[in-house]
């Protein structure tokens, strides 16, 4: 196992946690101005 592909593998993983807590927050502020 390269040193170099587990840092790409856990970069990846760390936008999808990036995008998806994005898109949590706009879902709240989207619930928020629709009460």
């Known amino acids: 196992h390269d040193m170099e592909e587990d840092a ?3 970069l990846d993983h760390y936008y999808n ?3 998806m807590s ?6 709240h502020n ?3 101005t629709s009460k």
């Open 17 to 19: 946690l990036i995008k």
């Open 8 to 10: 790409a593998m856990s």
């Open 30 to 32: 989207d619930l928020g």
């Open 22 to 27: 994005s898109l949590v927050v706009r879902l």
